[in-house]
Nanobody, 126 residues
Framework: QVQLVESGGELVQAGGSLRLSCAAS????????MGWFRQAPGKEREIVCA????????YYTDSVKGRFTISRDNVKNTVSLQMNSLKPEDTAVYYC???????????????????WGQGTQVTVSS
């Protein structure tokens, strides 16, 4: 199993940047495909981006392409989300997640992730 703890969320003005981090514990972290999801009030949880176990393959939802970057450090057991040019519509609770499909590529459905962090609030003011 793996335990996940997110950090880095805060209030930022539109056009600003934030970097979210997810610290993972567990012996097999390097084999977990990882993802960042977000959930805004009254909306369903949605995929933001995802990364394969090796870091070689990534996925971004259309609304964040060119603005967000996911990365991972398999030595430090961390996954990061660099968010630039933030918009008010990016406001949400952001969750880090690990897929149960060890050694896989990336996954975009919440059901494909077995382990979740507690979430970190990102608020973008206009």
């Amino acid at each position: 199993q793996v335990q996940l703890v997110e950090s880095g969320g805060e209030l930022v003005q539109a056009g600003g940047s934030l970097r979210l981090s997810c610290a993972a514990s567990g012996r097999t972290f390097t084999r977990y495909p990882m993802g960042w999801f977000r959930q805004a009030p009254g909306k369903e949880r949605e995929i933001v981006c995802a990364i394969s176990w090796s870091g070689g393959t990534t996925y971004y939802t259309d609304s964040v392409k060119g603005r967000f970057t996911i990365s991972r450090d398999n030595v430090k057991n961390t996954v990061s989300l660099q968010m630039n040019s933030l918009k008010p519509e990016d406001t949400a609770v952001y969750y880090c997640a690990a897929s149960q499909y060890l050694g896989g590529s990336y996954y975009i459905a919440p059901s494909q992730y077995a382990y979740w962090g507690q979430g970190t609030q990102v608020t973008v003011s206009s």
